[in-house]
Nanobody, 114 residues
Framework: QVQLVESGGGLVQAGGSLRLSCAAS???????MGWYRQAPGKEREFVAA????????RYADSVKGRFTISRDNARNTVYLQMNSLKSEDTAIYYC????????WGQGTQVTVFS
């Protein structure tokens, strides 16, 4: 069973940047991967996805142009570079396969203050 460990979250002022990482314990390189987030009182939502080779990406409209997803298959790690952060980006961020194949990790908290 693959385990996912997200890290890199924190407290940041609006307009700032953070880089999230997600490390997978098992077979990783053959799967399209995604980042998701869950804000307080809301359902978990899709943020970004990347193909298994890293050649294709897609984003939620709310983060397009501000967030960049990338991956390093040699390190079994997927990243989310978040720039121009807004208060509405405050959430717990999770990674998983593009079709949510694995158990969720603990996530990493991102809090954006004005």
């Amino acid at each position: 069973q693959v385990q996912l460990v997200e890290s890199g979250g924190g407290l940041v002022q609006a307009g700032g940047s953070l880089r999230l990482s997600c490390a997978a314990s098992g077979t990783f390189s053959i799967y399209d991967m995604g980042w998701y987030r869950q804000a307080p009182g809301k359902e978990r939502e899709f943020v970004a996805a990347i193909s298994w080779r890293g050649s294709g990406t897609r984003y939620a409209d709310s983060v397009k142009g501000r967030f960049t997803i990338s991956r390093d298959n040699a390190r079994n790690t997927v990243y989310l570079q978040m720039n121009s952060l807004k208060s509405e980006d405050t959430a717990i961020y999770y990674c998983n396969t593009d079709n949510v194949r694995w158990p969720w990790g603990q996530g990493t908290q991102v809090t954006v203050f004005s």
